[in-house]
């Protein structure tokens, strides 16, 4: 009898939680601190020609799923690297400010005619922090480390074991390395080795991602080691909190949290995700639309590397499949992130 009890408590605590999704999710920006402290004229830029593409997607998701399309925009703050890396002044730090930042952001989206549902922050794509009656409470969900334990790294064909796995060197690549920095080589003569893609068609694209770096950090009179996450690892974990595919035993990450004026003075009393339009459809969606700025089309190429060998939780994937099932979506939903994932690249002219 006790033996069944704990049985059914374990798993009622592993239950895979359901979420809302919409049929399309449009991010509509994703700007560098600095961008968008100093750019209005550039926000504003990115911004008019992002308004007729989204105008286009509701369009073509109505034509698709009909009148009653859900589709849901959000838009990705880049306040993780602007608080973790390097000095800044104290100007800087005044623009910076969360009331400064998001009135000239909101401003120009609503002069161009852009709607935006939902305001994510990368920070929170690191650790998740808990929010309770507008405060963050409790320790925060290590996200990052939590998705870094799920890369599966492939095995390289003939390896001698000389080159640390991923979970040591916080890097990633989509194929075989070449042999040209080998130790050993310097002193003989030796066939050069390019690097090759896995699963190449004709040629190889050969891609090395770093994931994270290490570094010692002043804490009082000790020095502390810390992890940089990377810019594209973080924004794989963002896509994937788009599409629904992460929960933390069991439960929903980083759920919206409906927030009204007045802004924070600090970046990490927001949540991770701000519910911004009370009329919004659910921020996470079966199909994820990306529309960036030409300069990232490299971080994303980087994105779907990783989201290749990332071990997603086969729970999550029945559970989504199901509900897609359920609501009839016209096309079965494809197991693999990037196959519910495009990108429109904006150029700069």
């Known amino acids: 009898m006790s033996s069944a009890t704990d049985y059914s408590e374990a798993g009622e605590r ?25 750019g209005a004229d550039r926000i504003h830029a990115q911004l008019r020609k992002v308004a007729p593409i989204v105008q286009t997607q509701i369009a073509a998701a109505e034509a698709e799923f009909g009148a009653g399309a859900r589709v849901s925009t959000c838009f990705l703050v880049d306040d993780y690297f602007w608080t973790r890396t390097g000095n800044r002044t104290r100007d800087a730090r005044r623009t910076a400010d969360p009331r400064h930042v998001l009135e000239q952001l909101l401003a120009a989206a609503e002069e161009c005619g852009v709607r935006i549902d939902y305001l994510a ?6 650790e998740v922090p808990s929010f309770q009656d507008g405060e963050p409470v409790g320790e925060p ?23 640390p796995p991923t979970v040591e060197s916080g890097w990633l690549c989509n194929g075989r390395r070449s042999s040209e920095f080998d130790a050993g080589q310097a002193m003989r003569i030796s066939r050069y080795r390019p690097p090759e893609e896995f699963g190449a068609r004709n040629h190889s694209i050969f891609l090395d991602v770093q994931l994270w770096s290490r570094r010692l950090e002043e804490e009082g009179d000790q020095q502390v080691e810390r992890t940089l996450w990377s810019c594209p690892f973080l924004a794989a974990i963002w896509q994937l909190l788009r599409l629904g595919l992460i929960r933390n035993e069991g439960a929903m990450v980083a759920a919206p949290v409906p927030w009204e004026e007045p802004w924070p003075s600090d970046w990490s009393r927001l949540p991770a995700v701000v519910k911004l339009n009370p009329k919004a459809k659910p921020f996470a969606a079966y199909r994820a639309l990306s529309v960036l700025p030409y300069s990232y089309l490299g971080i994303e190429h980087a994105v779907r590397v990783i989201l290749d060998h990332l071990q997603l939780d086969d729970d999550v994937q029945a559970k989504l499949a199901e509900r897609g099932a359920g609501e009839r979506i016209p096309v079965q939903v494809p197991r693999r992130a990037t196959h519910r994932l495009n990108h429109i690249f904006l150029g700069d002219v």
């Open 141 to 163: 969900v290590r996200l990052a480390e939590m998705m870094a334990a799920r890369i599966v790294a492939e095995p390289e064909r003939d390896s001698t074991g000389r080159r």
């Open 121 to 126: 922050r990368e920070a929170g794509c690191a």
């Open 14 to 38: 592993n239950r895979v939680a359901g979420q809302p999704l919409s049929h399309l999710s449009i991010e509509v920006g994703h700007f560098y601190m600095d961008e968008l402290v100093d």
